[in-house]
């Protein structure tokens, strides 16, 4: 697997595997209990360029590829899910929007902050009565002189509860269906902006997942992304992007627990041996080592064809379908392996298998991936 890479890539990988087992792993057990933001390890990754990581560096960000960009997430998310969550979609689904679709007005008054980790990022889409239906959103912005009037109900929203800058699909023209589809970019702190309570999640606990609700919000008509009505292309254009970042993701969490798995079964002895010379267990252990690296191959080409500016839609859904399906499979075996153990707190198993379960929900369910997949295959073999 390592072949694959360029040397540049192996020495960004070492130093973000570095930063991530130095800083990030002693409290990863405990902020994923005390569902807790980690403000003081956020400081030092902005500083790292890991809220800019494509951001060209005259804005601020690390100048990286989309290769780089699944390195830096993967080992973040292999350490601690939950933040590697809060990087991809403030990358992927806040910046990516801006720098894909903004002027050069609007990139330079948000990106910069953005890049350094001075300000975290959002992306509104979900309502409770649209997820995986994008065009059903019934949040409206209703142009008044210079501003829009803005009200919205967005749900589940990662970063939440610390967003600075949200990227808001609504409708500008509440008859014009899935025409009418727009974003805007709406600031916390603007009257009306109103942060839910935080979500009581079963796995990314570190991550602030919460509600974000406009009433009345008058959003300058500056900060509306792209033109009026590109709304819907805007966001599934961003989610092929942002679900690299969730395959990446997903990655990260499967090598976590391959690791931890080898490490128990060498450690822990029933029947006068340690568990790993038993042929069940390595078969288990085959089994989840070629998950793995099919799921990390996969995620490398479709970051890899985004970078050589080829169609990726295809290639970033089956990455992010697989990849989510072998982060549950690797977690749950890892569980397996631990026994009693690996059910309980005391083992990190348990927290991989808890936060592998929600890459295959969100940013596109594996439904909805299939369906992605079978658009394109049926038209490609017609
Ligand atoms: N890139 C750019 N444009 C695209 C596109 C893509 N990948 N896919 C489709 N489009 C365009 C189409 O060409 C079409 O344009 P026209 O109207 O001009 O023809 C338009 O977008 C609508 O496309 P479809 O007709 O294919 O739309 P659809 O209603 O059939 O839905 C879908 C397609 C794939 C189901 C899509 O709605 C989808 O991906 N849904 C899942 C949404 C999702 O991921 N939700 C959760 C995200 S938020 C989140 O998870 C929170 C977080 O922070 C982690």
Redesign the pocket.
């Known amino acids: 697997m390592d072949t694959l890479y360029s040397e540049k890539n192996r020495v960004l990988r070492r130093s973000v595997r570095s930063f991530c087992e130095r800083e990030i792993m002693p409290i990863a057990k405990d902020i994923d209990q005390e569902a807790r933001f980690p403000w003081e390890v956020v400081e030092k990754m902005g500083k790292l360029g890991y809220f800019g990581i494509q951001v060209p560096k005259k804005l601020s960000g690390a100048g990286m590829d989309s290769v780089n960009y699944t390195i830096v997430i993967e080992e973040i998310s292999r350490v601690c899910a939950g933040l590697g ?1 809060c990087v991809t ?1 403030h990358n992927s ?1 806040a910046i990516y929007p801006i720098m894909g679709f903004g002027t050069g007005e609007q990139k330079q008054k948000w990106v910069p902050s953005l890049a350094r980790g001075e300000k975290i990022g ?2 509104c ?2 309502e409770p009565n649209a ?5 059903a959103i019934e949040a409206t912005a209703i142009r008044n002189g210079d501003h829009y009037v803005v009200n919205a109900n967005k749900v ?4 939440g509860g610390v967003a600075d800058i949200c990227i808001i699909f609504v409708r500008t023209d509440p008859d014009a269906g ?2 009418g589809t727009s974003v805007i970019v709406a600031e916390r702190g603007t009257p009306g902006f109103v942060v839910g309570d935080i979500e009581d999640l079963s796995g990314m606990r570190s991550n602030p997942v919460s509600s974000i609700r406009l009433y009345d919000c008058k959003v300058p008509v500056e900060n509306l992304l792209g033109r009026e009505g590109s709304g ?2 805007i ?3 961003a ?2 992007v ?1 679900r690299i970042g ?1 395959g990446a993701q997903a990655v990260g969490i499967a090598q976590a627990a391959l690791e931890e798995a080898v490490k128990y079964a060498n450690q822990r002895r029933q029947f006068g041996v340690p568990i790993a010379k038993h042929q069940a267990i390595q078969m288990m252990i085959a089994d989840m080592a070629t998950q793995v690296d099919s799921a990390r191959l996969m995620v490398t080409r479709a970051a890899y064809l985004k970078d050589h500016g080829k169609p990726f ?1 295809k290639a970033t859904a089956m990455a992010k379908l697989h990849a989510g399906e072998v982060s549950s499979q690797v977690a749950d075996m890892a569980v397996q392996i631990h026994g009693g153990y690996g059910y309980s707190k005391s083992y990190p198993v348990e927290r991989y298998y808890r936060d592998a379960r929600v890459t295959r929900i ?4 594996a439904e ?1 991936h299939r ?2 997949i079978a ?1 394109e295959v049926l038209n490609e073999y017609k």
Request: aromatic residues 8%; positive net charge.
């Open positions: 969550l979609v689904m959002a992306f889409l979900t997820g995986s239906d994008a065009t589940f929203v990662t970063n899935r025409k819907l292309k966001g599934l254009q989610l092929d942002g969730i839609t969100y940013e596109g369910t909805i369906m992605v658009r």
